[in-house]
């Protein structure tokens, strides 16, 4: 089984709707990210959890929102989707102390 | 914004053949750490470097931790169909603000012909 699944994989929308992607892990880890892909400009940082209680700002926050449900549980949130949010989503996870992340399978938004 | 800068964008290559990418910054890392990317998949890492000047390797894949600690470099030997992907080189900048979080490189595109 995979340490950091990402639901949906692939997902249509249109301009306005709510969407809300989610993360789950099971390497026990406390921090949580999450990054948007798109082509020519590698990942780029939306938020970040390093527990619980924590939710931090990442580069390009706008037009986002983050829950961190529990340990193994961060969710995004797009209140009122737009067409440029068009892109890959990847969740990952660290471990306190390390600078090592890891991914999870990411997923496809599509906003028409 | 982007504080890193990965070259080359992208590389058709012959398989068999060397591969060498690089990412630099005008900025000091304290960390360095290259990530694959198949298609459809999310970033699997590959090498991690902690120290300036460690080199370390990982089968066919080579990395170096730049002296300046503003650079780094990735070779892969001998390349085969499957080392097709996109390659992220990512670092941890110095400094409070930078902890815990990731700068990541814009990736390198590598097709390998057979």
């Known amino acids: 089984d995979a340490d950091v699944t990402q639901t949906p994989r692939n997902r249509i929308t249109k301009t306005g709707k709510r969407i809300m992607l989610e993360c789950s892990q099971t390497?026990?880890?406390?921090?949580m990210y999450w990054y948007r892909q798109d082509p020519g400009l590698g990942l780029r940082l939306i938020y970040y959890?390093?527990?619980?209680?924590?939710?931090n700002k990442g580069e390009i926050s706008d037009g986002y929102s983050v829950s961190r449900q529990a340990q193994a549980k961060f969710s995004l949130s797009l209140e009122s989707a737009i067409p440029n949010q068009t892109a890959l989503y990847f969740c990952?996870?660290?471990?306190?102390?390390?600078?090592?992340?890891?991914f999870g399978p990411g997923t496809r938004l599509t906003v028409l | 914004g982007q504080q890193l800068n990965q070259s080359p964008q992208s590389m058709f290559i012959q398989e068999g053949e060397d591969v060498s990418m690089n990412c630099t910054s005008s900025?000091?890392?304290?960390?360095w750490l290259w990530y694959k990317q198949d298609p459809g998949e999310g970033p699997v890492l590959l090498i991690a470097l902690y120290k300036a000047g460690e080199l370390t390797s990982n089968g066919r894949l080579t990395a170096q931790f730049g002296i300046t600690r503003k650079d780094s470099f990735l070779n892969i030997s001998a390349s085969i169909p499957s080392d097709v992907g996109i390659y992220f080189c990512?670092?941890?900048?110095?400094?409070?603000?930078?902890?815990?979080?990731?700068?990541f490189g814009q990736g390198t595109i590598l097709t390998v012909h057979p």
């Open positions: 959890s390093f527990d619980v209680k924590d939710i």
């Open positions: 990952a996870t660290s471990d306190d102390g390390t600078d090592t992340q890891y």
């Open positions: 990512a670092g941890q900048l110095t400094g409070g603000t930078s902890y815990g979080k990731l700068t």
């Open positions: 390497k026990g880890h406390d921090r």
């Open positions: 900025s000091i890392f304290n960390t």
